[in-house]
């Protein structure tokens, strides 16, 4: 099976270029000296998940991270058992963790909640738990100086193994600089927090941060025990645009076909729109607007210069030609679309045809969905 030969709109996963990338965070999280953790969030798949905890640092953790309990239970049965689920936890669903972890998982949760983490501590097998911190995101957690801290710390009582950051606010940085900063206040609140639970009689085993940008643009992460990242496995073009990877290592591309031409308007129309895309604009801050996405040629190349989807409906694409390059492309053609954020891209696709490089389809790996 060639990528010509596959239905519309589809996933298409380069498997050397994730490879690529799993071993310049592997190299990154070895430098820094910690374990990798990483988060399978957007892949959703466990033929990824193999690859990424192959490096010698996702080695070193053992791990992966998870953001629902659906991507739980299904990468526990499919063998792997250490999964920090990495966002708030609500009392009604650790019913399904602590099942999971009767039969043999070790789902950890994370609270920042105090009636929450009293919740946690009367179930009759506490799950270990992390406190969040917020060390700047202003998203979720606690922050690492207050009351607060402590009030969760005593209520959690020994379920309390650590603590846990995410620096989202690491996505609105423009110059590896800033992400250098951006991951040593990221640290620095962690680092800090960890030691006064410590300072109160906390067994504090896990400190833990995470985010692509940090994660390879930090300098040094002393008092840190693991990164957590996932967007980093496939790359987009936001991605690129924050210095996180260079324009060629984007591994996942939405495979479209064009469905009709506007010549007059330099204009032609998809089969790929909103929901195959996803309706994410993150690049229009950056330095290059693309819309809702880059136009490439069948091999993953850039040939055709500017041209992007700038418009989208349902399952209508309307990308908007480069006057530059000639692209008179006939009704049916084949063309790949480099996605904005591919997390929110993923989302709608139930598999990824992998190819390595060229236009065979090598593989075709399912994903998980749901919650």
Not at 43 to 52: E, F, G, M, P, R
Not at 61 to 81: D, K, Q
Not at 166 to 187: D, I, K
Not at 209 to 227: D, F, I, M, R, Y
Request: aromatic share 4%; proline share 5%.
């Amino acid at each position: 099976m060639r990528l010509a030969d596959l239905p519309t709109p589809c996933l298409v996963l380069d498997r050397g270029v994730l490879r690529r990338n799993l071993e310049t965070m592997d190299r990154s999280a070895s430098r820094l000296g910690v374990a990798l953790r990483p988060h399978l969030k957007t892949a959703k798949s466990i033929d990824v998940a193999w690859l990424a905890l192959a490096g010698p640092a996702a080695r070193r953790g053992g791990g992966i991270a998870v953001s629902t309990l659906a991507e739980a239970a299904y990468f526990w049965s499919h063998g792997i058992a250490d999964m920090l689920l990495a966002n708030a936890i609500t009392p009604d669903k650790l019913a399904r963790v602590a099942a999971l972890n009767a039969a043999g998982a070790s789902v950890s949760v994370v609270t920042d909640d105090t009636d929450t983490a009293s919740a946690i501590a009367a179930q009759p097998a506490p799950p270990r738990t992390l406190i969040e911190i917020d060390s700047g995101a202003h998203r979720a957690g606690v922050l690492p100086d207050g009351d607060l801290l402590l009030e969760l710390a005593r209520r959690l009582g020994p379920a309390c193994v650590g603590v846990m950051t995410h620096a989202g606010h690491s996505y609105a940085q423009r110059t590896p600089e800033a992400m250098t900063q951006v991951a040593a206040a990221e640290r620095g609140a962690v680092v800090r927090a960890a030691a006064r639970l410590t300072a109160a009689g906390v067994d504090v085993q896990v400190v833990s941060v995470g985010s692509t940008p940090t994660a390879l643009h930090a300098a040094a992460e002393p008092g840190v025990t693991e990164v957590r990242a996932g967007v980093y496995m496939f790359g987009d073009l936001f991605q690129s645009e924050i210095f996180s990877h260079g324009p060629d290592d984007i591994a996942v591309t939405v495979l479209a076909s064009v469905i009709g031409r506007r010549p007059a308007e330099q204009a032609l129309l998809i089969d790929a729109g909103a929901i195959a895309l996803s309706m994410d604009r993150s690049t229009a801050s950056g330095p290059v607007d693309w819309g809702y996405g880059q136009m490439r040629h069948l091999d993953g190349s850039t040939g055709y210069g500017a041209a992007a989807v700038r418009r989208v409906w349902q399952e209508h694409g309307r990308v908007e030609l480069d006057p530059a390059v000639a692209a008179d492309l006939p009704v049916g053609t084949r063309v790949r679309i480099a996605p904005n954020h591919i997390c929110h891209t993923a989302a709608a696709h139930d598999r990824y045809f992998v190819v390595d490089g060229g236009a065979e389809v090598v593989a075709i790996w399912p994903r998980v969905s749901g919650w």
